[in-house]
């Protein structure tokens, strides 16, 4: 495994370079500013397996570098840490919505070190077996036509995957990380608003991998339009859930909301290979707030998932009756 520490401070970087060496790992290197961190993310003879970036640099800081590592392909699922001792959360939230998977406080503690490494490893290997998968599921693909009725998709409905080029959405995992890492106190300032598409098992079936996942974003950019105004982070959580986390004071009207998301997808046109058009409607959960005595991340998300598909259960074989799949 290959890492990668970027960090202003040579003091900092010495220092992580014997907390590292302390933990077994040895293959590390390590950049002063953007610059020489993007030459060696360039070069075509290295590839990192997890890379940490200290937030505050002189010139471009560590949540603009984590953004443009973010757009060479080869390191769009790779762990990203943050190296701060920047307790804001606007920066923690920019950090996540540039691409970061985590983010450790300085001074640093080496057991928190290792634990957090050990996750990123066990991400690494995982997202890599991941992607051989979809490689051969490509092949596979390519020699049955690359249609839909292959046999062969590149992912699961249930698969929570990523989406890109949203603002403020971040993956799942990610997401798990940002709320499992803020302080009881800040969790309880937050709530979560859960959104289901109806009939997406429909929407699935008739949809290419690639004409499925154009709708997720489509729906990942609605939402947060509609949000847009009360700084929202959006995940997908797969089967057709999202979930935004909110502050815990949001005043909006879930059914409000609902019109304003199906006029937001009208203007977008979505359709289907062919040009057919589609019908693509959500329901919208009522806030979820925390608890001063339960402020479980996963809870909070399963609860807001758990609302948003109870609403309106009695509609959905009207929409599947006006949509233009029934």
Do not use: W
Not at 177 to 195: C, E, P, Q, V, W
């Amino acid at each position: 495994m290959t890492l990668l520490v970027v960090d202003d401070d040579p003091i900092i970087l010495r220092l992580m370079e014997g907390v590292l060496a302390s933990l077994g790992y040895s293959d590390v290197h390590f950049a002063l500013n953007a610059d020489e961190a993007m030459q060696l993310v360039n070069r075509k003879d290295l590839s990192f397996s997890t890379i940490y970036l200290d937030i505050l640099m002189p010139g471009m800081n560590g949540i603009e570098l984590c953004r443009q590592i973010r757009t060479i392909s080869r390191y769009r699922r790779v762990p990203i840490t943050m190296l701060t001792s920047v307790t804001e959360k606007a920066s923690i939230d920019a950090s996540f919505v540039a691409g970061a998977t985590d983010y450790i406080n300085k001074p640093i503690d080496v057991v928190e070190l290792g634990a957090r490494l050990r996750v990123s490893q066990m991400l690494y290997t995982e997202q890599k077996l991941a992607e051989e998968t979809r490689n051969l599921a490509n092949v596979l693909r390519s020699e049955l036509d690359a249609s839909a009725s292959s046999g062969v998709p590149a992912f699961d409905l249930s698969d929570p995957i990523t989406i890109y080029e949203v603002p403020r959405v971040i993956n799942a995992l990610a997401m798990e990380n940002y709320l499992h890492r803020l302080s009881r106190g800040r969790r309880f300032m937050l709530g979560a608003i859960g959104f289901q598409i109806r009939k997406v098992e429909t929407l699935y079936a008739r949809s290419t991998p690639s004409g499925f996942q154009e709708i997720l974003t489509d729906v990942a950019e609605a939402i947060f339009e509609n949000l847009r105004a009360h700084d929202a982070m959006i995940s997908y959580y797969g089967n057709g859930s999202f979930v935004a986390i909110v502050p815990r004071v949001s005043r909006i009207a879930r059914e409000d909301l609902e019109i304003a998301l199906s006029a937001t997808l009208a203007e977008f046109g979505l359709t289907v290979e062919g040009g057919l058009p589609m019908n693509v409607v959500l329901s919208v959960g009522d806030l979820v707030q925390s608890s001063m005595f339960e402020t479980d991340p996963k809870k909070l998300v399963a609860r807001a998932i758990d609302r948003a598909c109870a609403a309106h259960p009695a509609r959905y074989g009207a929409d599947l009756m006006n949509s233009s799949f029934g």
